[in-house]
């Protein structure tokens, strides 16, 4: 899935390619996608101009002229790709597109038929998306207090990786980029949120901040089939200290990196620069 460097990533892309775009027909061959029906997005967005495209964790926010947002998730395998005409051949998977004044159309394309879109009104979008709703704060400096990520975590006995993949707590880390800053912090993947010392939730904190910016750099991690809107695979992977690394050495210590499930979720660590505790120190 699409995490947050990703879909930031798409953002800026699609940015340049369709804002002053003005919408001409909403099609679809899978109208489940389209929350809402075919005719709603048609009927709502023709003749709407895009004004701007936002981001809230791994969301998209397509802001339409006359106050209208389409909230768009990529789920696991969403992608959007801009073609000069609508008579461009379709590849398979594309199952919504956008038609364009100018001839051009937005191509949604999605293998797995996971992704979903949703019309809003602007400023309304929080209390009609519930993962929107109950989001934590952007991994950022500004948003994200190192003091209240202390404090959250001390209400957690689960293990700290399910904490931060829990989108309530910080917005946009997924499975790779909890790895990787777990790994950057020292701290293993099983270790109870509650029994982390206050250190230990400032380093985890700070290195989430930093991956992800440094992932957001980069292009995003293309690991499996991301790429963003111009077809550019993201550069992140060359990166990746842990992650997808099973068996292979550890880049510090050189213990070969071990892989686990947490929370049914695939999960990979060095066991000497990552050692579990059970209890917090005194």
Known sequence: MPELPEV????RSLSQLVVGKTITHVGTDWEKILVGGQDLFDDALSGKTIKRIDRRGKYLLLRVEQQLTVVSHL????????????DTPKHRFVHVWFDFSDGSQLRYLDMRKFGRMQLCETGTVAQHVA???KMGPEPTAADFDAAAFY??????????????LDQSVV???GNIYADETLWRAKINPEQPACTLLRQEAERLHDQIIAVLAE???LGGTS???FVDANGNPGGYQERLAVYGRAG???LVCQTPIVKIKVGQRGTHYCPHCQPLRKRKLS
């Open 171 to 173: 917005a946009g880390v």
């Open 223 to 225: 690991v499996h089939t």
């Open 151 to 164: 404090q959250t975590l001390k209400k957690h006995k689960k293990p700290i990786k399910s904490v931060i």
């Open 75 to 86: 789920r696991m395998e969403g992608k959007y790709q801009l073609v000069p005409s609508a």
């Open 131 to 133: 993962g929107i709703a």
């Open 215 to 217: 992932s957001i750099a």
């Open 8 to 11: 930031e990533n798409v953002r």
């Open 248 to 250: 292979q050495p550890c």
